[in-house]
């Protein structure tokens, strides 16, 4: 595959999957302002998903979105696990946006300075939605960490459970080292670093903290197309109207 | 989304009876087309139908997401995917600004919640109705949105203010939900031959519960004489009923759509629409509680309040270490 393909795809599908699970809370929120909050963010992600599957559409010649987004079988995907992951109670759907949401918007600042054109021009147009996604984490998080007892525990015991999967956020490409070397993309080590420090330091500021044993494995899998079993009904339901007419436009 | 058949309270024969010089200035100052506010004098029995017609709003609002907002998960392809999130997105932001203006007349949001919860507090019919296949979200796109948009433009001309000014905000949003659902709507008629038969199958389905919308006809509806000299209900059920068949009716049947209606058509003499019964004791079981989806919409917007309650409380607590406005 491509180098550039391969990040693209990559991007387009964490975007795509954790969209589609922030959808799911619309109209089920726990409360309207959150309901409303997570909409507006799911849109924002399958907006990104559709305009990186659209920049494979252009310059690669792939597909047109559609077709990537609804007609790929599970293996095709490159997402991580930790977007995969069912919503659970909204402890669990908040710290892991708040994991997400901190490495998506300084990957984006990094991608800034691609030597793609069209991905910097797209990290640019992004990083005013993904530093408002950032805010509302952190904002949430914050009110809820320090809130009461409950609301406490119930945020420790998600993050204990999302901090390891994270890790696959940042799981190399086969390609790490030429998209580094042609200046596309300054790599995964580089952004799990930068990250670490924001999610370090916002975890004490809120008497939280970080698992301590890390299983080397946990969460990684999912850029080579090895997925949780959660993907695979995901799609199932994303793909099942889209799938039931061939050559039906809807 | 919303719609008619509000269902209105009984005068209140205990209620306190007004003052009838300030009753007298009020209903001067609604003939000359002013709006009430809410630090404004205004008759007991005024106030408690706004409430309770607000709030059946709200309600509808927030349980209209629930049919739709099952779809948004399977809805084929990024285009409809993305309005319909949106489209639903709305509708609960219609909950939010229809609570706040009941609020303003003295209810809190919290004890509506709970009447509509108990079952005390009703809401749109429409939405007690299963949304069966992706179809059935093109006909509530458009022809519920449709029905919706004349009522809350009828009401939008009320008197009381925070209501108006609420409305006038929802109908521009409406307005975009009615044309994402024509087009929707569209596509599925000038598909392949299975969509056009998806298509019709759920409009005879929801042709029923269409008619329905707008409440009882006018000579079933008890004290709205008051309510229309107020300027709380401002169309009568039949009226808004036959502008919104003589605007759609047309719209659906040029696509080579029907109606399971032998009996509908224009009467050329009189302008208005006649249709055949539509069986309104079932309109009465559905609202008291006994349709097809009211059980199940109730325990998936009790659900929500449940998974909530944890976040309520810790975001109220007064012992709260930190505080920031919520965003
Ligand atoms: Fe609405
Ligand atoms: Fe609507």
Same mark, same amino acid.
């Given at each position: 595959?491509?180098?550039?393909?391969?990040?693209?795809?990559?991007?387009?599908?964490?975007?795509?999957?954790?969209?589609?699970?922030?959808?799911?809370?619309?109209?089920?929120?726990?409360?309207?302002?959150?309901?409303?909050?997570?909409?507006?963010?799911?849109?924002?992600?399958?907006?990104?998903?559709?305009?990186?599957?659209?920049?494979?559409?252009?310059?690669?010649?792939?597909?047109?979105?559609?077709?990537?987004?609804?007609?790929?079988?599970?293996?095709?995907?490159?997402?991580?696990?930790?977007?995969?992951?069912?919503?659970?109670?909204?402890?669990?759907?908040?710290?892991?946006?708040?994991?997400?949401?901190?490495?998506?918007?300084?990957?984006?600042?990094?991608?800034?300075?691609?030597?793609?054109?069209?991905?910097?021009?797209?990290?640019?147009?992004?990083?005013?939605?993904?530093?408002?996604?950032?805010?509302?984490?952190?904002?949430?998080?914050?009110?809820?960490?320090?809130?009461?007892?409950?609301?406490?525990?119930?945020?420790?015991?998600?993050?204990?459970?999302?901090?390891?999967?994270?890790?696959?956020?940042?799981?190399?490409?086969?390609?790490?080292?030429?998209?580094?070397?042609?200046?596309?993309?300054?790599?995964?080590?580089?952004?799990?670093?930068?990250?670490?420090?924001?999610?370090?330091?916002?975890?004490?500021?809120?008497?939280?903290?970080?698992?301590?044993?890390?299983?080397?494995?946990?969460?990684?899998?999912?850029?080579?197309?090895?997925?949780?079993?959660?993907?695979?009904?995901?799609?199932?339901?994303?793909?099942?109207?889209?799938?039931?007419?061939?050559?039906?436009?809807? | 989304?919303?719609?008619?058949?509000?269902?209105?309270?009984?005068?209140?024969?205990?209620?306190?009876?007004?003052?009838?010089?300030?009753?007298?200035?009020?209903?001067?100052?609604?003939?000359?087309?002013?709006?009430?506010?809410?630090?404004?004098?205004?008759?007991?029995?005024?106030?408690?139908?706004?409430?309770?017609?607000?709030?059946?709003?709200?309600?509808? *609002?927030?349980?209209?997401? &629930?049919?739709? %907002?099952?779809?948004?998960?399977? $809805?084929?392809?990024?285009?409809? =995917?993305?309005?319909?999130?949106?489209?639903?997105?709305?509708?609960?932001?219609?909950?939010?600004?229809?609570?706040?203006?009941?609020?303003?007349?003295?209810?809190?949001?919290?004890?509506?919640?709970?009447?509509?919860?108990?079952?005390?507090?009703?809401?749109?019919?429409?939405?007690?109705?299963?949304?069966?296949?992706?179809?059935?979200?093109?006909?509530?796109?458009?022809?519920?949105?449709?029905?919706?948009?004349?009522?809350?433009?009828?009401?939008?001309?009320?008197?009381?203010?925070?209501?108006?000014?609420?409305?006038?905000?929802?109908?521009? *949003?409406?307005?975009?939900? &009615?044309?994402? %659902?024509?087009?929707?709507?569209? $596509?599925?008629?000038?598909?392949? =031959?299975?969509?056009?038969?998806?298509?019709?199958?759920?409009?005879?389905?929801?042709?029923?519960?269409?008619?329905?919308?707008?409440?009882?006809?006018?000579?079933?509806?008890?004290?709205?004489?008051?309510?229309?000299?107020?300027?709380?209900?401002?169309?009568?059920?039949?009226?808004?009923?036959?502008?919104?068949?003589?605007?759609?009716?047309?719209?659906?049947?040029?696509?080579?759509?029907?109606?399971?209606?032998?009996?509908?058509?224009?009467?050329?003499?009189?302008?208005?629409?006649?249709?055949?019964?539509?069986?309104?004791?079932?309109?009465?079981?559905?609202?008291?509680?006994?349709?097809?989806?009211?059980?199940?919409?109730?325990?998936?917007?009790?659900?929500?309040?449940?998974?909530?309650?944890?976040?309520?409380?810790?975001?109220?607590?007064?012992?709260?270490?930190?505080?920031?406005?919520?965003?």
């Amino acid at each position: 595959m491509n180098p550039i393909v391969e990040l693209i795809t990559k991007l387009g599908d964490d975007a795509f999957i954790l969209g589609h699970r922030h959808s799911e809370w619309t109209g089920l929120g726990p409360i309207l302002e959150e309901d409303i909050a997570m909409s507006s963010m799911a849109q924002d992600k399958i907006g990104h998903a559709l305009a990186l599957y659209t920049i494979l559409h252009e310059q690669f010649g792939g597909p047109d979105p559609d077709t990537i987004g609804f007609l790929r079988n599970e293996k095709e995907f490159r997402c991580c696990h930790l977007v995969e992951y069912p919503n659970g109670e909204y402890d669990f759907t908040l710290v892991r946006h708040f994991l997400f949401d901190h490495a998506e918007l300084l990957r984006y600042q990094l991608l800034r300075q691609s030597t793609f054109a069209p991905l910097a021009r797209f990290a640019a147009k992004v990083m005013g939605e993904l530093k408002y996604h950032v805010l509302h984490a952190d904002s949430l998080m914050q009110r809820l960490a320090l809130g009461n007892e409950e609301s406490h525990a119930r945020l420790q015991a998600s993050l204990t459970e999302a901090f390891p999967l994270a890790a696959g956020i940042f799981e190399k490409s086969p390609y790490e080292d030429q998209l580094i070397a042609e200046g596309v993309f300054a790599g995964e080590a580089l952004l799990q670093q930068q990250w670490l420090k924001e999610i370090e330091q916002r975890v004490q500021a809120w008497d939280l903290h970080l698992p301590e044993a890390r299983e080397p494995l946990a969460g990684l899998g999912g850029r080579y197309g090895y997925h949780t079993p959660y993907l695979q009904p995901l799609l199932d339901e994303l793909t099942s109207v889209f799938r039931s007419e061939e050559n039906a436009s809807w | 989304m919303y719609g008619g058949g509000y269902v209105f309270c009984e005068p209140d024969v205990h209620g306190q009876p007004d003052d009838p010089e300030r009753l007298a200035e009020f209903e001067a100052r609604i003939d000359r087309g002013e709006k009430i506010e809410p630090q404004d004098w205004m008759p007991y029995e005024y106030r408690r139908q706004l409430i309770r017609l607000i709030e059946q709003h709200a309600h509808s *609002e927030i349980m209209g997401a &629930l049919p739709e %907002g099952a779809w948004i998960t399977r $809805a084929p392809g990024f285009k409809r =995917k993305l309005a319909l999130i949106a489209k639903v997105q709305d509708e609960v932001g219609h909950a939010q600004l229809l609570y706040s203006a009941a609020e303003t007349l003295g209810k809190s949001r919290a004890d509506m919640v709970n009447d509509l919860l108990s079952g005390k507090s009703k809401y749109s019919n429409v939405f007690n109705y299963p949304a069966k296949t992706w179809a059935d979200v093109t006909v509530i796109g458009f022809l519920i949105d449709a029905a919706a948009i004349v009522n809350q433009v009828a009401n939008s001309k009320g008197s009381y203010g925070p209501y108006c000014r609420a409305l006038e905000r929802i109908c521009y *949003e409406e307005s975009f939900h &009615l044309k994402q %659902g024509y087009d929707a709507f569209v $596509a599925l008629a000038t598909g392949t =031959k299975r969509q056009r038969e998806m298509l019709q199958d759920a409009i005879n389905r929801w042709y029923r519960p269409i008619i329905h919308f707008f409440g009882p006809p006018d000579n079933e509806s008890v004290h709205s004489k008051q309510l229309m000299r107020w300027k709380v209900k401002m169309a009568s059920n039949d009226e808004m009923r036959n502008q919104f068949l003589d605007a759609y009716v047309p719209k659906v049947l040029e696509l080579g759509l029907t109606f399971p209606d032998p009996e509908l058509r224009k009467d050329p003499q009189t302008g208005r629409w006649h249709y055949g019964d539509p069986d309104w004791a079932e309109f009465y079981r559905v609202i008291n509680g006994d349709g097809p989806c009211n059980a199940e919409r109730l325990s998936a917007r009790r659900l929500a309040e449940e998974n909530g309650r944890w976040i309520r409380q810790a975001i109220m607590n007064p012992q709260q270490k930190f505080t920031i406005p919520f965003a």
